[in-house]
């Protein structure tokens, strides 16, 4: 399994405890940065970890930024991904269940998370895209994309 991570300088040390966690899991990790605290614009972050991921091998992607809010929004803009901000692990699971998400956003200043971000990952790893009914909503979901 191989995951693309990038995360802005809101979320430096989350990005490298999710990096450790998932290396730990023998998964390899191209982590993008960035690696301090200095401001940059989360947007050019999902741009860049989209990109990367577009480019194939990679089975998903995490990205991170303060709240994980921006990040996954501008994530979402990019045409090809499914950017999921989940609350809890039930939430990451049924990403990839229902939604076929490929990338997971969290927030390295959210310290209250019912379930570690740890957690959500290893929930979102664990479950397979159901297909059927759900397969037919993430079609019009990527239909929406030639909508803008």
Do not use: W
């Amino acid at each position: 399994m191989k995951v693309v991570l990038a995360n802005d300088h809101g979320a430096v040390e989350l990005a490298q405890r999710l990096k450790a966690h998932l290396e730990g899991k023998g998964i390899t990790v191209n982590h993008l940065g960035v690696f301090t605290e200095e401001s940059v614009d989360y947007p050019d972050i999902a741009k860049k970890a989209a990109d990367e991921y577009k480019k194939g091998g990679y089975d998903f992607g995490i990205v991170c930024c303060g709240t994980g809010e921006g990040i996954s929004m501008a994530a979402n803009k990019i045409q090809g991904i499914r950017c999921a901000l989940p609350v809890n692990a039930f939430a990451a699971e049924k990403a990839k269940e229902h939604n076929n998400a490929n990338f997971l956003a969290f927030g390295g200043r959210i310290t209250n998370y019912p379930d570690s971000p740890e957690a959500m990952v290893d929930a979102y790893m664990a479950a397979t895209f159901a297909g059927g009914r759900h397969q037919r909503r993430v079609d019009k979901l990527t239909a929406l994309e030639s909508t803008r």
